[in-house]
């Protein structure tokens, strides 16, 4: 069945700091791809998504780009701030049937510290 | 704009009795999914409705269940509540064919 990986938290890292956070999947077919946000207390968010190979789906200075050949799609963010501390799930949804559910991947804490 | 509401946002149960969550989706979006969140964990799927039909079924367990009604809100049902039911309950809802799915707040369980 359809899986996402993510590289395993908490992250821990400065302001202004470079961040990445990986993410694979297994799927059949050609799933769209998301990167949802929870802060604490608080639901999920849709932070972007990429519906097929080579879309990167940017928001609020977040990017990741859907990598078919490598099954990835790495959230990166040149600069973060104190405020983007919470928990990031990459997820994908298949197409099949008229209603899309997704798979999250296990999700990663992210810090970020002045 | 419009978002999903769940209700209640809170809920303290004792083992063995039942629970009601309420799921209203966003206007016009004729699919709602559930999630359950255990502590640490991811949201894991449970069931979803496409125009009040069951479209999806995941891990929900056999003394769970749902439905989603005419005016398209969702009801989860949980009877003989167990301590490992105790998590967040999102619901989350789209329109047919679209593939994003918005969320709630969530409505958290705790079983004592």
């Known amino acids: 069945g359809d899986s996402v990986t993510q590289m395993e938290g908490p992250v821990t890292l400065s302001e202004e700091a470079f961040l990445t956070i990986n993410c694979t999947y297994t799927?059949?077919?050609?799933?769209?791809l998301f990167w949802y946000v929870q802060y604490p207390g608080e639901g999920l968010q849709l932070l972007l998504k990429?519906?097929?190979?080579?879309d990167k789906g940017s928001n609020k200075g977040f990017e990741a780009t859907y990598r078919k050949e490598t099954t990835s799609f790495h959230l990166e963010k040149g600069s973060v701030q104190v405020s983007d501390s919470a928990v990031y799930f990459c997820a994908l949804s298949d197409q099949s049937g008229t209603a899309s559910k997704l798979t999250f991947g296990t999700g990663t804490r992210l810090q970020v510290t002045l | 704009a419009a978002g999903v509401i769940q209700s209640p946002r809170h809920l303290i149960k004792e083992k063995r009795e039942t629970a009601t969550l309420k799921c209203y989706p966003i206007?016009?979006?004729?699919?709602v999914y559930w999630y359950q969140q255990g502590p640490g964990q991811d949201p894991q799927f449970l069931i979803s409705?496409?125009?009040?039909?069951?479209?999806d079924k995941g891990s929900i367990p056999d003394r769970f269940s749902a439905q989603q009604f005419s005016d398209y809100h969702s009801e989860l049902n949980m009877s003989s509540l167990e301590l490992g039911d105790s998590a967040l309950y999102f619901c989350a809802s789209s329109r047919s064919g679209a593939n994003v799915l918005t969320f709630g707040a969530g409505s958290r369980l705790t079983v004592l």
């Open positions: 990429a519906t097929k190979a080579d």
């Open positions: 409705f496409y125009e009040k039909m069951q479209s």
């Open positions: 206007p016009r979006h004729d699919t």
């Open positions: 799927a059949t077919g050609y799933p769209s």
